[in-house]
């Protein structure tokens, strides 16, 4: 085993397992106790695993688009996703989201 395929275990396995699912889990649901979320962010991780193998390979038309399932295309589109949420949990625990939210609120 090189180096690389190492590092890519070791980096990949928290990434397919838990990252994605946890900060979906941080963004929607505030409610929830630190545990539960964690937990939470395992089943989600493997659910968001899922949609993506699905999105990648579930017909001959999305195969050729994607070019199916792919040690390259898993990284690419699940990296992309965490980057994504954890853009969008910084936006959503500024002071300025929580000061718009709030005039929101008082509207309706």
């Not at 070791?10 to 838990?18: H, K, N, Q, S």
């Not at 395992?42 to 038309?61: K, Q, T």
């Not at 390259?72 to 718009?100: D, H, M, P, R």
Request: proline share 1%.
């Amino acid at each position: 085993m090189s180096i690389l395929s190492i590092l890519q275990i070791i980096i990949g396995l928290p990434l397919v397992l838990f990252i994605t699912g946890y900060l979906v889990a941080r963004i929607f649901f505030k409610q929830l106790s630190e545990l539960e979320k964690v937990a939470l962010g395992f089943v989600l991780s493997i659910a968001i695993d899922i949609i993506v193998g699905l999105f990648l390979g579930y017909n001959e038309a999305m195969k050729n688009l994607t070019g199916g399932i792919t040690t390259f295309n898993l990284w690419l589109y699940l990296g992309s996703l965490t980057i994504i949420l954890v853009i969008v949990w910084a936006l959503k625990n500024t002071e300025e989201y929580q000061e718009v939210i709030g005039l929101i609120k008082k509207k309706f």
